[in-house]
């Protein structure tokens, strides 16, 4: 099948507006990809991205406003997405990532650390912004409408699920993996500086202990390795913590 949009004309990397290429080079270069990957059975992973509330963008703030935000969206996923992967803009504020030896899993990792650079980006039109993410690994003999869909249908339970995050399309159902993120909350502090100090420490390295174990170049010994420090600092934690209150 095509690799036509419901939602417009496809772009895929170099001219018009968000610098992607559209047309005849999209279909070339993602058939290439599709039948590379049914030749050598290899796992080929689609990644569904969705500016949210983008409508809303557009609305209050305008077209130009709008096609501003595309473009820096699409410099800040294109500065991350991984080599070899084929980078498109599907239309409106739909993007496609497609990445070859990669499982629909992997791809949620991928969405992950989008996720991580647009929460560290700054848009000086808008502020902000968040985007939701849908995976989809490839199945032998599946053509791009039937693929698609299945990314699609992953998106949409991101977005319903409460945006910002990424889902996997499973077989007939689709589930949002587990955050790789904690967020620190004001409620949590006791009004100790040193305190609180310590436990937003202990946050962020669990939040890397977490990341650890979801990365697609999954390692044991490195996930125990950063396990033994999260324990050393819980350890140090409660020696120091006891002393406070004392």
């Known amino acids: 099948g095509g690799v036509g949009s419901r939602r417009g004309q496809g772009e895929a990397v170099g001219g018009t507006l968000t610098g992607l290429d559209n047309g005849a080079d999209v279909e070339e270069r993602v058939g290439r990809l599709m039948r ?9 992973a689609m990644l569904a991205l969705d ?20 473009q820096k969206f699409a410099k800040v996923v294109g500065a991350v997405v991984p080599a070899k992967s084929v980078f498109i803009r599907f239309g409106g504020d739909e993007f496609l990532l497609l990445l070859p ?19 560290n980006s700054w848009f000086p039109e808008v502020g902000k ?8 690994e490839k199945n032998q003999g599946e053509d791009f409408p039937v693929w698609y869909k299945h990314a699609d249908a992953a998106l949409y339970h991101a977005k319903n699920a409460g945006r910002d995050q990424a889902a996997l ?16 909350a004001r409620e949590w502090e ?33 996930l125990l390795h950063q396990l033994e420090r999260l324990l050393r600092q819980l350890a140090y934690h409660f020696i120091s913590e006891d002393y406070f209150l004392q």
Do not use: M
């Open 101 to 119: 030896g990669h499982t629909g899993k992997d791809k949620v990792t991928v969405g992950e650390r989008i996720r991580q650079r647009l929460e």
């Open 36 to 44: 590379t990957a049914e030749a050598k059975k290899e796992p080929l």
């Open 190 to 222: 006791c009004g100790d500086a040193d305190i609180d100090s310590q436990h937003r420490e202990l946050l962020a390295l669990s939040q890397r202990t977490l990341a650890e174990a979801f990365r697609a170049d999954f390692s044991p010994l490195r």
């Open 129 to 136: 912004i968040t985007a939701s993410f849908g995976a989809a």
């Open 51 to 70: 500016i949210d509330h983008f409508k809303q963008i557009n609305d209050t703030c305008g077209h130009l406003i709008g096609d501003a935000v595309l």
């Open 169 to 184: 399309f499973a077989g007939a159902d689709c589930y949002v993996l587990p955050e790789v993120r904690i967020r620190w």
